[in-house]
């Protein structure tokens, strides 16, 4: 019998682990995405009737919390220096105008 999913051998998926993502995990995702998806038109209604009850910090809260299960996490990393010593680090933006910028 032939496997329905879309797993294909040698591919994995960021964090799968050791069995791949737990099912109810990912149905978890899928149906907050389906939901969010769904009612992307009454989600600024939403949040202006929390605004207007409970004020702006309120409603950033509910959005936030939103967008928590939404949107993938970003991890920290931090540098101690501890190895090497101190390091500086330099953090540049770069626009139009720069030689270094690339493309």
Partial sequence: ?????TFRKGHK???QGKHGPPKATLAAREAISHFLNGNVHRLQQWLDEIEATDGPRAAFTVFAALLEYHVPKLSRAELTGVDDGPQEIIVRWL?????????
Avoid: F, K, V
């Fill in 13 to 15: 998926r960021p964090n």
């Fill in 1 to 5: 019998m032939a496997n329905s999913g």
């Fill in 95 to 103: 626009d139009s105008t720069d030689p270094l910028q690339e493309g």
